[in-house]
């Protein structure tokens, strides 16, 4: 028919059969790129009031052989898409926790938490569970100390399942924390069935926090709502000591952002990332 001619056009249109082979060769390369150890973690300090480090983000970044070190945003969705996610979250969790136990050794650094970010289709998984558990029977991590990074895209479908496999972990003492906060489709009765430990307040509204009334507006809501809810709230992306201290004030008491330093790899992660005193 006239309307399937024009489907089968569009698949020849010269524009998207260039993002088919450009993904293609994206997923190629990861896939080698796993096996040759060419992912890396660097860790982002999360502080507290004190501006002293008492946990990390782990975020993955690619040593490419001839494009150089990537960023997550060149590679993470088309990994969701072709589902290398799965490897490479699993492989994410496994060096994290690896870390943690290496930091659990130490006194300095036993009490430090592990935040590792899970993707939607990594957590759908059926296997999802059980992976988790594998890694912390193999790597011997105190699961109190790790926390996984879940965002609102995982709650548009399926609930129970969601909460179901959040009960499981959290028997195990692993936490969960609600990445993005207010960027997505979540509603706030989802918030009171989730059973969660932390909310991230998206950096999209740290960024304007001073200037934008809105965004001030709803910074605060979500710092009051943690509260109410007893969910610890870090504010993420706080990159001058004017939005620390507006936060601060207005009852945030966990941060992330360039203030206290940027993601490094271990060896660069200072302990105290005072960089000068909160007044
Ligand atoms: P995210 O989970 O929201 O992580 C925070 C992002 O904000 C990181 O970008 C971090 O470097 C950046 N950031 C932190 N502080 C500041 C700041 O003060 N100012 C600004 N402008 N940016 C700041 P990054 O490392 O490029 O990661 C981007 C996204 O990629 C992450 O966003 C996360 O969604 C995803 N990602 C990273 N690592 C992983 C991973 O291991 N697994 C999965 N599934 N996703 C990951
Ligand atoms: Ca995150
Ligand atoms: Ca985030
Ligand atoms: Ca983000």
Redesign the pocket.
Same mark, same amino acid.
């Given at each position: 028919s006239k309307s399937a001619g024009r489907n089968t056009m569009r698949f020849f249109d010269p524009t998207m059969q260039a993002l088919v082979a450009q993904r293609t060769a994206i997923d190629r390369e990861l896939r080698l790129a796993l096996k040759r150890s060419e992912l890396v !973690?660097?860790y982002?300090p999360v502080v507290d009031e004190q501006a002293q480090m008492v946990g990390v983000?782990? !975020?993955?970044?690619w040593q490419h052989p001839r494009r150089g070190l990537l960023?997550?945003?060149e590679f993470?969705d088309q990994?969701?898409q072709s589902g290398l996610?799965l490897p490479? #979250?699993q492989w994410?969790l496994r060096k994290a926790c690896e870390q943690l136990v290496q930091w659990a050794a130490q006194p300095a650094t036993a009490q430090l938490t592990m935040a590792?970010?899970?993707?939607a289709r990594?957590f759908r998984h059926p296997e999802f569970v059980e992976q988790v558990l594998e890694v912390m029977r193999a790597t011997g991590v105190a699961a109190h100390l790790l926390k996984l990074?879940i965002?609102e895209s995982l709650l548009v479908t399926d609930m129970l399942e969601v909460i179901e496999k959040m009960q499981a972990l959290r028997t195990m003492q692993v936490t969960f924390s609600l $990445? $993005?906060f207010g960027t997505g489709y979540s509603s706030l009765s989802y918030l009171k069935r989730l059973p969660l430990d932390q909310l991230?307040i $998206?950096?999209s509204f740290?960024?304007d926090v001073l200037t934008d009334s809105h965004d001030a507006a709803i910074a605060q809501t979500v710092i009051t709502l943690g509260q109410s809810l007893n969910l610890s709230v870090v504010a993420? #992306?706080?990159?001058t000591h004017g939005q620390w201290q507006f936060l601060a004030q207005r009852g945030c008491k966990l941060f992330? #952002?360039?203030?206290f330093g940027?993601?490094v790899p271990v060896a660069q992660l200072p302990l105290s990332c005072l960089s000068w005193p909160l007044v």
């Open positions: !973690l660097f982002q983000e782990a !975020l993955v970044r960023s997550p945003m993470i990994a969701e996610i490479l #979250g994410v590792v970010n899970v993707s990594q990074e965002t $990445d $993005d991230k $998206d950096q740290v960024r993420e #992306g706080v990159e992330q #952002g360039y203030l940027k993601p």
